[in-house]
């Protein structure tokens, strides 16, 4: 009687080993998840020609997501302050119809004059040799030494450049500032502040 209680539990405890040891294809697993580059949350998303999402903005209040960033406003007298994850990156210095894009040491990167029918964006303070951009016959011209170096259209939620599609916005808008985004020397999260920003004073 002795010998089969020991033998029972001998063998109860080996097939307990093996369920414990056995995975089951049922078993949950777990997944690490993170931010990813593309999840916007914006008025305007901008998307590559095949519709791949590229960043995005709002005008009111200004925000500009690209890649993993987010850059929020924050006012402070007469300038705006972006910061993304708790860090300042850049900052708007405002004055009449001129505009500063500077960097966290106060360098300035570009300085924005807006006319009625135009925008000239310049990397020095005196605006030497700027970019200028114009409405010119229903298309976004974007001239560099009195030379046009492109011609952006735009027709519903697609956006041509020098007659190749280039970008997707998710909703159209009629300001010749979309012009900015032509402009490949400019980095694109600049690029998008420059634009939100220049939307957000003619709001």
Known sequence: MKKIAILFLVSFLSLNSCKKET???NSPTTE???TKAGNYSADYIISD?????IGGFTVNPPKVQLGSETYTAKEKEDKRKYYSNGTQHYEVKLKDDTYKLR????KLLWKVKTYPD???IADNEE???PYEVRSNNGAIEVSKDGKVINTMKVAGNE??????PAYKISQTSDSFALGI????????DQRLLLLTEFLYQKK
Do not use: H, R
């Open 103 to 106: 960097d966290t040491s106060s």
């Open 127 to 129: 605006n030497l040799n």
């Open 23 to 25: 995975p089951t294809s």
């Open 49 to 53: 020609k095949d519709g791949k999402a």
């Open 181 to 188: 985004l032509s402009i490949d020397q400019i980095p694109m």
């Open 32 to 34: 690490k998840t993170e």
């Open 159 to 164: 956006i041509s450049v020098n007659g190749q």
């Open 118 to 120: 135009k925008i000239k």
